[in-house]
């Protein structure tokens, strides 16, 4: 990876982002980040949109060069190469138009926004990219801190990690040598085991073990094992049904735990 890629509106959720980021890049030897922004207007009478769409580019701008100047003052600026960029456009577009290949950049995100559900951890920003994002993300909750990434937990759903995912979760993996991968199943009682369960990691150089758990709901069920087990990091394939969506299905959300605490890294499923 060669650059990381933190989206803000500048709240104290951003700020943590940008912060977890930081600690992550000084692990990777990653010294490039990018500060964004994007801002959007709604749409209204063309004399009106023009007014308010200054308005709000001024406001990037200005908030950015806030950030820039804090980002000086706390001497991060000396560790690392920061560039800004503001946008006009939605979040996720925002972010498309900066990645060129898959593997090449990371973003780090925060709690950007406060309705919904999801919403009300990570923002409805964040809960946007997560569920549409065509790019490797980690979504840090705001009391989120960077703790070496010692506990890493795969969400499985059996199907089988492309290699470009492996290469990030390589590259995750080897942020501390004492660093271990635990893929977790959630099989609920009449599923009947599968040779599958290391979604293709045994041929792999990445060290893992595997855990299969009971449970009628999956969420609940993972929920409660990576609150339970001082997981430091989750990672969940996004794909278009099954797993990822049951995990991320607004009715089940507002209902789990890992979601105040524990930082997540979505990857897109790639056939």
Known sequence: MKQ????????????????????????????????LNSYE?????????????????????KGLDKWMDKIKKTGISSRFNFHRKSIHSGLVEAINSQIDDYNDKLVVMGSLGETGMVEKIFGSNASDVAL?????????????????????????????????????????????????LQIVHVQDEDEVPSSKA????????????????????????????????????????????????????RSITKKLTLLGHTPLLILKRID
Not at 21 to 29: N, S
Not at 217 to 242: F, H, P, Q, R
């Open 4 to 35: 990381l890629i933190v989206p803000t509106d500048f709240s104290d959720g951003a700020w943590n982002a940008l912060l977890y980021a930081t600690d992550i890049g000084e692990k990777l030897g990653i010294r490039e980040i990018l500060v």
């Open 41 to 61: 207007a709604h749409h209204a009478g063309a004399a009106t949109w023009v007014s308010i769409d200054k308005i709000m580019q001024k406001d990037s701008e």
């Open 132 to 180: 549409k994002a065509n790019y490797p993300v980690i979504m840090v909750p705001s009391e989120a801190k960077f703790l070496n990434c010692k506990n890493v937990v795969l969400g499985s759903d059996y199907d089988q990690v492309a290699p470009r995912n492996l290469q990030i979760m390589r590259t995750i993996c080897a942020f501390d040598p004492t660093t271990k």
């Open 198 to 249: 290391s979604m293709g990691l045994d041929q792999d150089d990445i060290p893992h073990s595997i855990k299969v758990i009971s449970g009628d709901d999956v969420s609940e069920a993972l929920d409660e094992y990576v609150t339970n087990s001082d997981t430091d990091l989750l990672v969940l394939i996004k794909k278009d049904s099954g797993f990822f969506d049951k995990f991320f299905h």
